[in-house]
């Protein structure tokens, strides 16, 4: 009884207390100065080494801004934890230099308005781009005299090409025999591996280049912890996964983990399944979740998986497969030509196989469900199908076009429905999509690519699309030197399939060797 007596007495004590402090509540509010931020663009771009110039309208509610303050910054989302202060003025003009920004990268401009006396802020957000005159365009790897250098088509309105790209840049040549160029960013969290990967088949292998200004960084031997062995290298193709990144050297799988940020090629993956020596195709497959290889070696077919071990594998047979082909074991002297996914069959695929014994031509189906082989059918592709396959120089497909192929010869290029063919058909498959003779071209190269390409609407006047090309490495005969070019064709299947040009440009190297888009 004494202790609840001694509490209720402690609380009424506080209470008394409560009662005499003063209360010094504001019930005077003043009305705020509402800023309003006009004038603006949604979109910035800015050339590195030129001025960012931005000229906002500010406008308040009580037409004063004597008590405001302003900084301007910009940010990253992905690279960088704190943001650049720009300056502190009304008007925006800073020297866009590499100390504040990084070509490239997808940067947010913002505007803060502070009210001094009241401490409210006021933002406005942009999109900024920063680039070089290197960051969008198609890079164009060729090759003058025998030896190899890069020229570059400006992403701007008189497609501007820049030529000697590398040895203006380096004072120094490129390599010889130039093989393929990728323009690779695999992690958006790790900027340095943003490049540029030049191959060609010599004594380096080609080289390791900035995307900023195709500046040198190391050779591709630097940059491949694998020993090849042989006195050239001939790096082949650059392929991204989704965690893990692949290139083919000599034949060999070489990967890296870019979700851990490595930079070097790790030595090149090991065959699980006898025999253990293998040579694959430049090409990757990409039904199910493991990029797919072809050995010509030993005419086979192999995964990297599981993807964070450094193996690779042949696939077991399915328990329904019909035994109609040996996935393991297709026989020697086999030459991949092309292949892609068939969308008949879940996860089935189409491949394009040449016996270098006879120079027949075969179309082989099947299914990976399940990481399991399960073959559909093998057929011969005779001169009645395509009477012009025999004569093609170069082959392509694309991943998210399936069915269909393209090849080129010479003189024209032909489209081909590998869905359609079966053992029962005799009549032609082969469609000419263009007469390239008639233009007075020679195909030397081709590509069957997706490209992204603006499409701007009312609503959003930055607005994209996916647009399918074909894309043609010329030469252009109506010149008598320096007859290389490029030619571009969208892939329309409205009424069938027929390509619609694009763009074209010849006359500044030699012989283009192979395409590329930059679109950072």
Same mark, same amino acid.
């Given at each position: ?142 090759? @003058? ?12 309105? @008189? ?9 203006? /840049? ?17 992690? /958006? ?32 031997? @630097? /940059? ?7 006195? %050239?290298?001939?790096? %082949? ?24 940020? *490595? ?54 047979? *399915? ?15 086999? @030459?991949?030509?092309?292949?892609? *996914? ?65 090849? /080129? ?20 498959? %082969? ?90």
């Amino acid at each position: 009884m004494m202790k609840i007596a001694k509490i209720l007495g402690v609380v009424c004590m506080f209470s008394a207390l409560a009662g005499c402090v003063d209360d010094k509540t504001i019930d005077e509010f003043k009305e705020l100065n509402k800023v309003t931020i006009e004038g603006l663009q949604n979109r910035y771009s800015v050339l590195l080494y030129t001025h960012l110039q931005c000229t906002p309208d500010i406008r308040t509610s009580r037409n004063d801004d004597r008590n405001l303050s302003y900084v301007w910054y910009a940010y990253t989302t992905t690279t960088r934890n704190e943001a650049d202060t720009l300056g502190r003025e009304k008007n925006l003009d800073v020297l866009a230099e590499p100390s504040l920004f990084t070509p490239g990268e997808a940067y947010t401009l913002a505007l803060k308005v502070t009210d001094n006396t009241t401490g409210v802020f006021y933002r406005e957000e942009m999109e900024l781009e920063v680039r070089t005159q290197f960051t969008k365009g198609t890079v164009l790897l060729c090759e @003058e005299g025998g030896l190899a250098e890069i020229n570059f088509i400006s992403d701007d309105e @008189e497609n501007t090409v820049i030529e000697d790209v590398y040895e203006s /840049a380096n004072k120094m040549l490129l390599g010889r025999n130039p093989i393929r160029i990728f323009s690779v960013n695999p992690n /958006a969290y790790a900027t340095f591996l943003k490049q540029e990967l030049i191959f060609c088949r010599d004594e380096n292998g080609g080289v390791v280049a900035s995307p900023l200004s195709f500046e040198k960084i190391e050779t591709m031997k @630097e /940059a491949c912890d694998h020993h090849f062995g042989a006195k %050239e290298m001939s790096p %082949e193709l650059y392929y991204k996964g989704a965690m893990i990144d692949y290139i083919i050297v000599n034949g060999i799988v070489c990967k890296r983990a870019t979700n851990m940020k *490595a930079i070097n090629w790790e030595p090149g993956l090991v065959l699980m399944n006898e025999p253990r020596e293998y040579h694959v195709a430049p090409q990757v497959l990409a039904v199910g979740s493991n990029p797919v290889f072809f050995d010509e070696l030993y005419g086979r077919l192999i995964a990297h998986n599981p993807w964070n071990q450094g193996s690779l594998k042949t696939f077991g047979k *399915a328990d329904n497969d019909p035994g109609i082909f040996d996935g393991s074991d297709l026989g020697a002297d086999l @030459e991949l030509k092309c292949w892609g *996914a068939l969308s008949e069959v879940n996860l089935g695929a189409w491949m394009l196989l040449k016996n270098k014994a006879d120079s027949k031509y075969w179309m082989y189906k099947f299914s990976l469900e399940g990481n399991s082989f399960r073959s559909i059918s093998k057929t011969e592709v005779t001169a009645s199908v395509a009477p012009h396959l025999r004569e093609a120089i170069g082959f392509a497909a694309n991943p998210e076009y399936n069915d269909v192929f393209m090849y /080129a010869t010479e003189n024209a290029v032909y489209s081909f429905a590998a869905n359609q063919l079966n053992a029962s058909t005799n009549s032609a498959l %082969e469609v000419l999509q263009k007469d390239m003779q008639a233009e007075n071209m020679a195909v030397t190269g081709i590509q069957f690519v997706d490209i992204t390409v603006a499409a701007p609407t009312e609503s959003n006047p930055l607005a994209t699309r996916v647009s399918q090309q074909v894309r043609l490495a010329v030469r252009d005969l109506s010149r008598a030197e320096r007859q290389g070019g490029v030619v571009f064709y969208e892939v329309n299947s409205t009424g069938g399939i027929h390509l619609d040009g694009v763009f074209r440009k010849t006359g500044f190297c030699d012989r283009v060797i192979d395409i590329n888009e930059k679109y950072e």
